[in-house]
């Protein structure tokens, strides 16, 4: 690896026999970073190394270490010192057992390193102990000095190269007994049913698909401010829920919401009716009044029922509705009365003109007899 600076060179101690080697950084931090700055003009803040006694400022190399004491004394330690310590790990990483990968606890992994055979003479000894860590599936433990104390490692096979992982000393994992949750709470079978039917619905994915979406969004906006455009705006973030109430809607709304975002039919409804009603009994919604409970429109079906109070029209409508009812009304009444009158007359005609002819026919016969 001509192009990746070694950070620690030493050798593999396997028994008898010695490797050796060359340790690179396996990992890299592609994290942004940021300065500080006054923000009234933009300078740069920087911290600067200043001696208490002499109140000035000292280079790097007046600097040393010290160990404090419980009562604040400064215990002076110089690197000639710590050197010389009978430190069998000082430049070389001895294995010390080999076990089966899964009796290394996660929480002890931290930084990964890459071991580099160095020189010719190390290829053999390193394939050997490659092939030897590949056939027995196991991993070695070993012992390694690095940055001025002792530090325990793990040593594995990737691809074709020999990485170690450092690893904390049991006495550095802190204990889960204060961390546990409450030990009275259960939970029931259905509720486990579903969060197996969610970790099945979501299924695997690609690591390497994966990717940070923070880092690109921060690049994007300083891309944009140095170029002198305006940031764009932030997408409007979907509405966050309430507090769950009820685990097992939760649960239903988290298989359905997965089964819709694979494309999977959920054989009942769509995920959006699906994520509105378990939305709706999941979620903490204010509870209506009474008063407005009995006037509120209810919903059959899914349709919005018609509401009378919605329908009712406002005061001045209804004032001058009533007003013109009442005039309509007032009119019909009036011709009412007139045809009545009208009615009478004629029927009051009829019978003085139906009078006179009897009156008429009686007296002709008369006429008749005296003649």
Excluded at 264 to 283: H, I, N
Excluded at 329 to 357: L, N, P, Q, V
Aim: proline residues 5%; hydrophobic residues 40%; aromatic residues 4%.
């Amino acid at each position: 690896m001509p192009h990746v600076r070694s950070i620690w060179n030493g050798a593999i101690s396997f028994g008898l026999v010695s490797i050796p080697i060359k340790v690179v950084n396996a990992t890299e931090s592609h994290s942004i970073s940021f300065r500080q700055v006054h923000l009234d003009d933009g300078g740069r803040i920087r911290y600067r190394k200043f001696c208490e006694l002499e109140d000035r400022e000292v280079t790097t190399g007046e600097i040393g270490k010290a160990y404090e004491d419980a009562d604040g004394t400064l215990i002076p330690v110089t690197d000639e010192e710590l050197a010389a310590l009978p430190i069998p790990t000082a430049r070389t990483i001895e294995i010390v057992a080999f076990v089966p990968a899964e009796r290394i606890d996660p929480l002890q992994m931290d930084t990964a390193y890459y071991l580099a055979a160095n020189g010719v003479p190390a290829t053999k000894p390193y394939v050997l102990l490659r092939e030897a860590l590949k056939r027995s599936q196991k991993v070695a433990v070993a012992k390694f000095a690095l940055r001025g104390r002792e530090r325990l490692g793990m040593l594995r096979v990737v691809d074709d190269v020999i990485a170690m992982h450092g690893l904390l000393w049991p006495d550095e994992i802190r204990s889960t007994e204060e961390v546990a949750p409450d030990a009275s709470v259960t939970v029931r079978d259905k509720e486990l049913d579903l969060a197996d039917a969610l970790m099945d619905t979501l299924g695997e994915v690609e690591l390497t698909e994966l990717h940070d979406d923070y880092r690109e969004a921060v690049e994007e906006l300083i891309a944009a401010k140095a170029s002198g455009e305006l940031p764009a705006a932030p997408p409007a973030g979907e509405r966050a829920g309430g507090k769950v109430l009820d685990l097992m809607a939760a649960l239903e709304k988290s298989v359905r919401a997965a089964k819709v975002s694979r494309g999977e039919e959920t054989g009942e409804e769509t995920g959006e009716e699906a994520g509105a009603r378990t939305g709706e009994s999941a979620e903490v919604t204010p509870l209506p009044s009474r008063r407005s409970a009995r006037t509120a429109p209810k919903e059959v079906g899914g349709k919005k029922s018609t509401s009378t109070a919605r329908k009712t029209p406002p005061k001045k409508a209804v004032a001058k509705s009533t007003a013109k009812s009442t005039g309509q009304a007032a009119g019909k009444a009036a011709a009412t009365k007139s045809t009545a009158k009208k009615t009478a007359a004629k029927k009051t005609t009829a019978k003085k003109a139906t009078g006179k002819k009897t009156a008429a026919k009686k007296a002709t016969p008369r006429g008749r007899a005296s003649a």
